[in-house]
Structures are given as C-alpha cells and as structure tokens.
C-alpha cells in the first residue's frame, strides 16, 4: 500500500503525517468506537487542499470532528528520543523566546481542522501583537520574596496576586520558570511529583505577584488543604488562578480539582500545559473535551483556554499578556464586544484589577 506522507511544524516541532500506517501510538489508548472513520467530516488544512464540508452534509461540530479522526488519519509527531534531547538542550531561558512562541498556538491547532473550534464567545481575549510584545516586557524583573508553609506567615496583601495550581507535576513551576524567562532559575522544578512544598510567592517589578503552590495528588504536603485552600478563599488581594491540566487526554477530566476549585467559587482560568509532548490530534481532542468540562458547564472559569508549552515557549507570551491585562498592566485596551456583555453577567470572571 503507498504510503503517503506529509510533514509540517506544530508548537515548534516536526510531525509528518502519515495518511497510512504506521499508527500513533497514542491511539491505542483511545476508545477505538470514537474514532471511527468519517473522512468527510474533517479537514486537515496541512498540504492538502482544504475539503470543505458537501453541501449535502451539514457542518459537524468540531468534537465530532475529532472524534471521527480515523487512526490512519492521525497526526502522527514522528520525534526520535535523540531530537527531543536535543530540543529540551536548545532551551536555553536565558535567551529571548523563539519568534514562533507569540503565536497563540490555539490559532495554530485550529489550522488543522475546518470546524471552528472556539466560537466568538470563547475568543474573548485577542490580543494584538503590539500588545504581547508589551506583556512579555512586563516580566523583565522577578524575584522571589517569601516561601510560606504556614497561613500565619503570608506577606502583605499589597499587590495583586495571580495563584498557580493544579496536580502534581502537571508543570506549575515550570510555567512560572517559563513565564520569567528572563530570570533564569529562579523557580525550582523537579522530576518527581510534589516537589513545591510551600507557597512560593514571586514579585514582578513591585506590580504584582504569582503564586506557585503545592500540587495536590502524590506527596502533597501534610497541610495541603489548611494551607492552599486557606490561601485560595481568604486571600483578598488574589485577582484569578491559573488551573493547570495536562494536555494529556489519559486524564481528559481532573474531577477532583474541578469539584475543589467550584467549591472555592474563585474566578479561574484553565492552562492545558505540556503540549509538545502531544500530537495536534491528542492536543484537539484534550482541548475539547477539557472546554466542554470546565467551560461549557458554567461556573466560575473564563470562558477561554490557553495553552502553553514550558520548554518550547509557546503560548507563553500570550499568556504573560493576559496576566498582566488582569492584574491591570497593560496599556492596550483588551475587551471585545463580547467580553463586555459576559462581564455584566459575571464580573468578577473578567475583573480587571
Ligand atoms: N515536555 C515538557 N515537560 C514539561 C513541561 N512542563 C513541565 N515539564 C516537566 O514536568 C515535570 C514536572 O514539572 P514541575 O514544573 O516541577 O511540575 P509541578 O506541577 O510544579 O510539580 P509539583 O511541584 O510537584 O506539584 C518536570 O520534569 C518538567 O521538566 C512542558 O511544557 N513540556
Ligand atoms: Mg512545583
């Protein structure tokens, strides 16, 4: 059987795509009845002419869509272990980030699909490139100034303050690390799950603060709950929290920290991290499924996802912009029509401080 094949670039990456066998790995872990076969329904928009949708078939929803990717259709990120290597050597943060990160690589995931994969409600924030150029200039001094194990402990409450949370080794340090990529090691990661232990709280040019705190899940420290939960509902200067998951569909519902951060009823934000390490079909399936959980079922978390990778940078810039949009350093104005009328009806989701 001819093997097809056509390579391309994602999140900084080389895939090739292969229409035929060899099949991705991944897919074996899928439930193979929701991927069956329905070419007409997707359209890769990679090297191939794009097949827009018959006019005798109406257009699909863009989970539909992905759940009809066949296993021969599937993205498959041929990396070798050596290139990988190489790649997570080549991240040096002591350099500038690379051009390609100031794409917001959700518009780069839907270059693969036809359906749109966010509505106008959910394209809340747009940055324009002047703007994440000026975000990313914000981040230019950074400094650690308290590690706290104790609520007694906390500092003042005089800047606003962005809190990172999410399971253990879900990347939070490293997406701080990657956020103050102009402060090298700054942030301590580790390999193992649970290695942030305490509040960790990070100063950025006296204007406001983020927060790495302990994962929950393995080898949370004894006091998780008292301390982080303490923290997350009494704190009166924390403008959003970021919520980290993994890109990851092996964990396509973390219903654990869903029910935890409802319960606090705080405005949060959902951050899908490690996306180099997937193929832009796990990465679609992932990014829908997580929407239709933790956005489409209301609550209190803004209606947009972003996505980011720590070691190859992208999705950081656009990330550091809307930071420093909430916790109110950003000269460019940021809100849509949109956003201003879903603001009447939740404010404190699209607070501004
Ligand atoms: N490939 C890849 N690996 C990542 C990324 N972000 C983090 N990692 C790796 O994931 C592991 C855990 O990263 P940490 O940032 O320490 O995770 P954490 O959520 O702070 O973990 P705890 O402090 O234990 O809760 C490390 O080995 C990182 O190198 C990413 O974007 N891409
Ligand atoms: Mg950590």
């Known amino acids: 059987m001819a093997c097809l094949t056509h390579s391309g670039r994602i999140f900084g990456l080389t895939f090739i795509l292969h229409r035929y066998p060899p099949v991705c790995r991944n897919i074996r872990n899928m439930n193979r009845q929701s991927i069956q076969m329905h070419a007409s329904t997707l359209s890769w928009h990679n090297e191939r002419p794009l097949a827009m949708p018959s006019i005798h078939s109406p257009p699909q929803p863009a989970m539909t869509c992905i759940a009809s990717i066949s296993t021969s259709q599937t993205l498959s990120r041929q990396v070798s272990k050596t290139d990988y290597l190489k790649r997570m050597k080549a991240v040096n943060w002591t350099k500038k980030l690379p051009e390609d990160a100031f794409i917001d690589p959700v518009k780069e995931l839907q270059s693969y699909v036809a359906t749109p994969i966010l509505s106008d409600n959910e394209k809340l ?48 340090s490293s997406l701080l690390q990657a956020l103050f990529s102009s402060t090298p090691n700054i942030v301590k990661t580790g390999k193992k799950p649970g290695q942030t232990q305490t509040l960790n709280f990070f100063d950025v040019d006296g204007k406001f603060r983020l927060v790495d705190v302990p994962g929950f899940g393995y080898n949370m420290p004894a006091n998780y709950h008292e301390l982080v939960e303490g923290y997350l509902t009494s704190r009166k200067n924390l403008c959003r929290t970021l919520c980290l998951k993994s890109g990851s569909t092996r964990y396509p519902v973390d219903k654990l920290g869903k029910d935890m951060i409802s319960e606090m009823g705080i405005p949060y934000v959902i951050v899908l991290t490690k996306i180099d390490r997937f193929s832009p079909h796990l990465l679609l399936k992932t990014f829908l499924e997580t929407k239709q959980t933790y956005i489409q079922t209301g609550g209190n978390c803004f209606p947009q996802l972003f996505v980011v990778s720590s070691l190859t940078g992208a999705g950081i810039p656009f990330l550091q912009t809307f930071i420093a949009h909430i916790t109110g350093n950003l000269k460019s104005p940021m809100f849509t029509v949109q956003e201003k009328e879903l603001a009447k009806e939740s404010p404190s989701i699209f607070a501004v401080y």
């Open 125 to 172: 924030f747009t940055p324009s490139d002047e703007a994440v150029k000026e975000g990313e200039g914000v981040f230019q001094s950074v400094k650690l100034i308290k590690s706290v194990a104790s609520l007694d402990k906390l500092p003042d409450e005089n800047v606003p303050e962005v809190a990172v949370i999410g399971k253990s080794n879900v990347g939070k």
